[in-house]
């Protein structure tokens, strides 16, 4: 069953045609891996497919309520930002209770404040009613197999760090569609097999540009 398409598609950069009345179609549960000189348009048609990009013309199709994540060659997150903060991004509202809750918890490490207690007894209600556990588990589990402590400041990460903080970042939204722009690049051989078994046991639909093979 088709989920996403592209119909007559054109797009251009100046006078340069990366699309050319293009169409496409990607399936459900489909792996399609996307190769071709730099500058053909690769990272263009992910950036349309995930509609970070419009089309000079044509209609990009998506079916209703398809949750499509998209991780660029390089993302740019605040230098200020824990790890938590990221990898969680993309949860509504309760991404805000969860980061909320662990720092509240972080500070009662360190000392005992009354009023942070009842706040802390107020979220974790919030979360227990709309089963925020569940979420937090994917999220420490994810963040554990990165080899990061959560607390973590963004600012403070290799390359590498901050491509593994993006790929965890996309996983855990449970996309429909992951759109991967060289998600090697940065990544030692650890890294490599650890999104590989992520990928391997993903049931979703995926377009991956890589140079990796």
């Given at each position: 069953?088709?989920?996403?398409?592209?119909?007559?598609?054109?797009?251009?950069?100046?006078?340069?045609?990366?699309?050319?009345?293009?169409?496409?179609?990607?399936?459900?549960?489909?792996?399609?891996?996307?190769?071709?000189?730099?500058?053909?348009?690769?990272?263009?048609?992910?950036?349309?497919?995930?509609?970070?990009?419009?089309?000079?013309?044509?209609?990009?199709?998506?079916?209703?309520?398809?949750?499509?994540?998209?991780?660029?060659?390089?993302?740019?997150?605040?230098?200020?930002?824990?790890?938590?903060?990221?990898?969680?991004?993309?949860l509504g509202t309760m991404r805000d209770v969860l980061r909320r809750y662990h720092q509240i918890s972080h500070e009662l490490e360190h000392s005992q404040n009354?009023?942070?207690?009842?706040?802390?007894?107020?979220?974790?209600?919030?979360?227990?009613?709309?089963?925020?556990?569940?979420?937090?588990?994917?999220?420490?589990?994810?963040?554990?197999?990165?080899?990061?402590?959560?607390?973590?400041?963004?600012?403070?990460?290799?390359?590498?760090?901050?491509?593994?903080?993006?790929?965890?970042?996309?996983?855990?939204?449970?996309?429909?569609?992951?759109?991967?722009?060289?998600?090697?690049?940065?990544?030692?051989?650890?890294?490599?097999?650890?999104?590989?078994?992520?990928?391997?046991?993903?049931?979703?639909?995926?377009?991956?540009?890589?140079?990796?093979?």
């Open positions: 069953m088709t989920i996403l398409s592209l119909e007559n598609a054109s797009f251009a950069v100046g006078h340069v045609p990366l699309l050319d009345h293009t169409s496409f179609q990607l399936a459900q549960g489909e792996k399609i891996g996307l190769i071709g000189r730099n500058g053909a348009g690769k990272s263009t048609l992910l950036k349309i497919l995930a509609g970070a990009q419009k089309l000079d013309d044509g209609q990009l199709i998506i079916q209703s309520s398809l949750k499509i994540v998209y991780v660029p060659q390089e993302s740019v997150f605040p230098p200020e930002a824990s790890v938590f903060d990221i990898v969680s991004e993309g009354n009023d942070l207690i009842k706040e802390l007894n107020t979220l974790q209600n919030q979360i227990e009613a709309q089963n925020g556990w569940q979420f937090d588990a994917a999220i420490r589990q994810t963040i554990s197999e990165l080899g990061l402590p959560e607390n973590e400041l963004i600012g403070n990460l290799s390359g590498g760090q901050k491509k593994r903080v993006a790929l965890a970042q996309a996983w855990v939204q449970k996309p429909d569609v992951l759109l991967l722009d060289e998600p090697t690049n940065h990544l030692d051989i650890d890294a490599i097999i650890w999104l590989e078994n992520l990928l391997r046991g993903f049931s979703g639909s995926l377009i991956v540009i890589t140079h990796d093979r």
